[in-house]
């Protein structure tokens, strides 16, 4: 069992940034794929970001690509996502995610965190 908690959410003009950080507790954190995942009100949970064990592989979804960042500390069990040039379209719960394996199937990951509000005005 892995649980996972996240900070950093909040409200931010568009072209802003914010860091979104998440904690790991349980098992050994090392072992999973960590990634960011996202959900807005009547839609699908939407893959943003996900870095393999060691950060032996990071993907990006295509809408997030050379403005969002994700890297992770598997001494502090932590995760990151650093958003930059934030857009209104960016605004949604985001949670952070554990998977064993490599996916950017939201339903196919294992463990989620509780979610943290992302606003992006204009």
């Known amino acids: 069992q892995v649980q996972l908690l996240e900070s950093g959410g909040g409200l931010v003009q568009a072209g802003g940034s914010l860091r979104l950080s998440c904690g790991g507790y349980g098992r050994p954190f090392n072992i999973y794929t960590m990634g960011w995942i996202r959900q807005t009100p009547g839609n699908e949970r939407e893959f943003v970001a996900a870095i393999t064990r060691r950060s032996g592989s990071i993907r990006y979804a295509d809408s997030v690509k050379g403005r969002f960042t994700i890297s992770r500390d598997d001494v502090k069990y932590t995760v990151a996502l650093q958003m930059n040039n934030l857009r209104p379209e960016d605004t949604a719960i985001y949670y952070c995610?554990?998977?064993?394996?490599?996916?950017?199937?939201?339903?196919?990951?294992?463990?989620w965190g509780q979610g943290t509000q992302v606003t992006v005005s204009s």
């Open positions: 995610a554990a998977v064993l394996g490599d996916t950017t199937e939201p339903r196919a990951w294992d463990y």
